[in-house]
């Protein structure tokens, strides 16, 4: 997820002072409005746009839901559907999740994606770990890159483990495991798979983002009345979630610039009205020439990230079919 589409009267406290760009902290020298501010001396504000929730919001949902902290940087959340729960004997696939946001917003307590997960980890069958992990420009890449690769790590390594208070890693067949994220986190889920290629099932990319200095058609057309992100955004995230001096060309934003074979069996969607369509269709193209199995899906009459955050009847056909398709690659 990028930049929302959101109309909404929020000010931060420190922007009530008339409005200027100018602020105790220097000029604001990067902005996404509503969404992220960085001044001159480093100061970011992130508005509160989207609200966060616990963990046990919905407890009429059929799922067990909870957070575990793992440092003071990174914590997970993670979804048990009731069937699982209270079944000593049944184990379910693992899909280890990351959400959007550019790199640089989002929370694994945005209310969009606990819904979302809430539902995915009941319909689709599965034990879901919602990963929350650091934000640039505090934190530029590699740095959620190396958050997402450390859970895996930590959950692979809880393999037979039934103590110090990790019980809730019985009801995952942790060699049933697949990585997936919307936006920047299809492109974390994409970066960490290869690193952990021999230990997961499946890779689920769902409007991910990468970039490139040539533009594509789609982001030259970019519907930004029907999308949430614009190529403005895409820009001003990609300046700030990479490392410094690098340009749109760097692997991690390009990675058909220096294109993996090591991807396992992929499964990427895409959304007819999203600026990321046509570059995220030629990824799936390469991925196929080098040998990989790549199922790639385009929901039309929708946009980027719609699954979180369109409530659109056409929305919630696209979900239906998106949920659907999702079931059935991790029960194949």
């Given at each position: ?5 959101f ?5 931060s ?9 100018h ?19 480093g ?12 963990a046990?919001v919905h407890?009429?949902a ?16 993670v979804?048990i559907?009731?069937?699982a ?7 379910l ?15 694994a ?6 819904d ?21 420009p505090?934190?530029?890449l590699?740095?959620?890159y190396?958050?997402?690769?450390n ?14 208070g ?7 067949d ?5 990585l997936?994220?919307d936006?920047?986190g ?6 960490v798979?290869l690193?952990?290629?021999?230990n997961?099932?499946?890779v689920?990319?769902?409007?991910p983002?990468f970039?490139?200095?040539?533009r ?15 190529l403005?955004?895409?820009d001003?995230?990609w300046r ?7 340009t ?9 610039i ?16 999203d600026?990321?369509?046509?570059r995220?269709m ?12 790549v199922e ?15 409530k659109?009847?056409?929305s ?6 998106m949920?659907?398709r ?7």
């Amino acid at each position: 997820m990028a930049a929302l589409s959101f109309t909404h009267n929020h000010q931060s406290s420190d922007n009530r002072r008339g409005g200027s760009h100018h602020h105790r902290h220097g000029p604001v020298v990067e902005e996404i409005e509503g969404l992220i501010k960085v001044f001159n001396d480093g100061c970011v504000e992130r508005p509160p746009i989207v609200p966060t929730v616990s963990a046990t919001v919905h407890p009429s949902a059929k799922v067990t839901a909870f957070d575990i902290k793992l440092s003071n940087d990174t914590w997970t959340r993670v979804y048990i559907p009731d069937t699982a729960a209270f079944s000593p004997s049944v184990t379910l696939p693992l899909l280890v999740y990351f959400h959007g946001g550019g790199f640089c917003v989002g929370s694994a307590a945005w209310s969009c994606y606990h819904d979302f997960l809430t539902d995915l980890s009941v319909k689709a069958r599965c034990v879901v770990v919602s990963v929350n992990y650091r934000l640039a420009p505090e934190h530029r890449l590699p740095a959620a890159y190396d958050d997402g690769a450390n859970v895996v790590s930590w959950l692979l390594m809880k393999q037979g483990s039934n103590v110090g208070g990790y019980s809730w890693v019985s009801k995952c067949d942790l060699s049933n495991v697949f990585l997936a994220g919307d936006s920047a986190g299809a492109n974390i889920a994409y970066q960490v798979s290869l690193k952990n290629t021999s230990n997961l099932k499946g890779v689920i990319l769902i409007h991910p983002f990468f970039g490139g200095e040539a533009r594509t058609f789609s982001e030259k057309q970019q519907n930004s009345k029907s999308s949430a992100l614009t190529l403005s955004a895409s820009d001003t995230y990609w300046r700030l979630a990479l490392p410094r001096g690098a340009t749109r060309d760097h692997p991690w934003c390009n990675p058909l610039i220096t294109s993996s074979s090591k991807l396992p069996t992929t499964m990427v969607f895409m959304a007819e009205f999203d600026i990321l369509r046509d570059r995220n269709m030629e990824m799936c193209k390469v991925m196929r020439s080098h040998g990989k199995r790549v199922e790639g899906i385009v929901h039309g009459g929708v946009g980027h990230a719609f699954h979180i955050l369109d409530k659109s009847s056409v929305s919630r056909d696209r979900i239906h079919d998106m949920m659907c398709r999702l079931r059935n690659f991790i029960h194949p």
